[in-house]
């Protein structure tokens, strides 16, 4: 070999070396980093008409594709049980255990507790404005929990114009990046940067919806939803939603007063976006919120018919409001919707109204009468303690009592958060586990540090071989 191939094989190789340091480097100043891949220098030896020496041929960024998009559906799932897990703890928190201060079972029980209290000494007015401050506090109770719930349904609204937005931006963001990685690919540029953020961005998406990711040519990649929804294929397809500025019971998107999603502009079917955090939203506003506000609406409604005309107050005419009301109306069975945030105490017997003593006289009693008569106090004890199958096609059509129906309400809200919870431990789990497979596979700083001690002595033995050059062309100048 000539003198002038030794100096060209050190030469190139103290280019590789110096370069493969700076990708290690970068490796190990990046081994915590979300979404970075591993760089690696590919070599290749130059033909046989060239000196020899070794030819850098560009940067390999290391990942494992098949686990990332296991990683990336994961994400997804764990978002979808994150939210629904998350709303059935705000509710259970709402209704409040049997026992607690000012839970709704605590509430029904203070009030059965009061007519019992009344019963034994009915002349007391003390005791009956205890009746009538524990009913109202019971049906505030009712108002309360089903505002709690549709307060949730409009959170769950604005966090789906949220998200909208943001995948919106995220594709568009992709898309950019695509141009920006087809034109560094073509110019023979290192774009491992860009694949990093674009599959940074790619994962904030995956959490919003589960997706499916195609190659194609010269780097860019198309996105699909794993139900079917093209997001991305050379050109971005944007996703609409319209919000609603306040939601009320009653308001459904199969009636037309709430907006679903549209893609490209046209009607986008549930099953396109189903798996993650947007997906879980639309359960909560649609799904889950309504049924806990129909549960709610039925307790209601067993409430008032149990003390209605008909029941044990025999003052009350056909169609006289009962104790309670539907915003001081008689309820009508064919209005049962949104109930549970209009029912309230009889004016009549409110608190401090001077009206208690209709509670043991009646409603409908013009003068007070006996009073040591208990019977009407007893009668709608009896009344809210007798086992009767509900008229609410949404409670279960067993007979209960209505305490009974209070306690089934927050056993069900306690049930959906634990069944919640623990379907949230295994998908926790699951994601934990693909993100630490995916941490292991990226970079390992033992390997690297080896690595680099690799390349030092490799840059050691180019520079020896550069100096033996340079003494054996400095003797043969001086001959």
């Known amino acids: 070999m000539s003198l002038s191939g030794a100096l060209y094989n050190a030469f190139s190789g103290l280019r590789a070396n110096s370069r493969a340091a700076t990708l290690v480097s970068g490796n190990i100043a990046n081994a915590t980093t979300e979404s970075y891949g591993r760089r690696t220098l590919a070599l290749s030896a130059p033909g046989l008409a060239g000196y020899g020496g070794v030819r850098i041929d560009g940067v390999q960024r290391n990942v ?21 897990s998350a709303f059935a703890g705000r509710i259970e928190t709402a209704a409040g255990a049997s026992g607690e201060p000012g839970s709704l079972a605590t509430r029904a029980a203070a009030f059965e507790n009061a007519l019992l209290t009344a019963a034994a000494n009915p002349a007391s007015t003390q005791r009956l404005e205890s009746v009538a401050t524990s009913a109202d506090a019971l049906a505030a109770s009712l108002n309360v929990l089903a505002e709690q719930v549709q307060q949730e349904r409009n959170t769950a609204d604005r966090q789906i114009g949220q998200q909208v937005t943001r995948l919106n931006d995220a594709i568009g963001q992709v898309q950019r990046l695509n141009a920006d990685i087809v034109a560094g690919n073509s110019s023979g540029t290192d774009v491992s940067s860009l694949l990093d953020e674009r599959q940074r961005v790619i994962d904030g998406i995956s959490e919003i919806a589960p997706l499916r990711i195609v190659a194609r040519d010269r780097g860019e990649v198309a996105l699909f939803t794993t139900g079917g929804a093209l997001l991305l294929d050379g050109i971005a397809s944007e996703v609409g939603f319209v919000e609603t500025p306040a939601i009320e019971a009653g308001m459904t998107l199969a009636g037309g007063q709430l907006s679903g999603l549209t893609l490209a502009g046209q009607d986008a079917a549930d099953r396109l976006f189903a798996g993650g955090t947007l997906a879980a939203e639309f359960q909560v506003r649609d799904g889950e919120a309504v049924a806990r506000q129909e549960q709610l609406d039925g307790i209601a409604r067993d409430l008032i018919e149990r003390l209605d005309p008909g029941g044990p107050d025999t003052t009350l005419g056909a169609t006289d409001p009962g104790l309670f009301t539907d915003l001081g109306a008689a309820f009508d069975p064919l209005d049962e919707t949104g ?8 004016a009549l017997v409110a608190p401090g109204s001077g009206g208690a003593w209709r509670l043991r006289d009646g409603l409908g009693a013009v003068t007070q009468g006996e009073v040591g008569d208990a019977r009407l106090l007893q009668g709608i004890t009896q009344a809210l303690a007798t086992s009767a199958p509900p008229s609410s096609a949404a409670l279960d059509p067993l007979s209960r009592s209505f305490s009974m129906q209070i306690s089934e309400f927050a056993s069900t809200a306690a049930s959906a958060r634990v069944r919640q919870d623990n379907e949230l431990s295994f998908l926790s789990t699951q994601n934990t586990a693909l993100k630490e497979l995916e941490f292991s596979k990226g970079v390992d700083t033992d390997q690297e540090l080896q690595r680099l001690m690799q390349i030092e002595q490799h840059y050691a033995a180019n520079a020896q071989v550069m100096s033996v050059v340079d003494e054996m062309m400095d003797r043969l100048m001086r001959i």
Do not use: C, E, K
Not at 75 to 83: C, N, S, W
Not at 339 to 346: F, H, K, P, V, Y
């Open 339 to 346: 109930l549970a945030g209009r029912i309230s105490l009889n």
């Open 64 to 84: 494992d594709p098949v686990l990332i998009a296991d990683r990336r559906i994961s994400d997804a799932a764990l978002g979808f049980g994150t939210t629904l």
